[in-house]
């Protein structure tokens, strides 16, 4: 059983830039594709970012550019370089592990407790 835990999460300016990251325990992430999801009250979770067990890398078109996933196998932990915030990003940030990569949510057997990030204009 994976357990994740999101930080980083704060309240930025428009323009500016925070970094998630998300700490992995009781399972190996380089097992497993990560990806990033965000979520505002009343809407569905949203794709943001997915990193495979070989690194490739897809993003949601509307973080493309802006945002940067990586991982660190040694450490255990994923993480989100956030640039460029709008208040559009305003949302809360989860973490999650596949077995497979996908941008689907339901796909996702593991999940962090999730992160807020507020960007004001």
């Known amino acids: 059983q994976v357990q994740l835990v999101e930080s980083g999460g704060g309240l930025m300016q428009a323009g500016g830039s925070l970094r998630l990251s998300c700490a992995a325990s009781?399972?190996?992430?380089?097992?497993?594709?990560m990806g990033w999801f965000r979520q505002v009250p009343g809407k569905e979770r949203e794709f943001v970012a997915v990193i495979t067990k070989l690194g490739g890398i897809t993003y949601a078109d509307s973080v493309k550019g802006r945002f940067t996933i990586s991982r660190d196998n040694a450490k255990n932990t994923m993480y989100l370089q956030m640039n460029s915030l709008k208040p559009e990003d305003t949302a809360v940030y989860y973490c999650?592990?596949?077995?497979?990569?996908?941008?689907?949510?339901?796909?996702?057997?593991?999940w962090g407790q999730g992160t807020q990030v507020t960007v004001s204009s």
């Open positions: 009781g399972g190996t992430i380089s097992n497993y594709a």
């Open positions: 999650a592990a596949a077995t497979t990569p996908a941008l689907n949510p339901l796909l996702y057997a593991y």
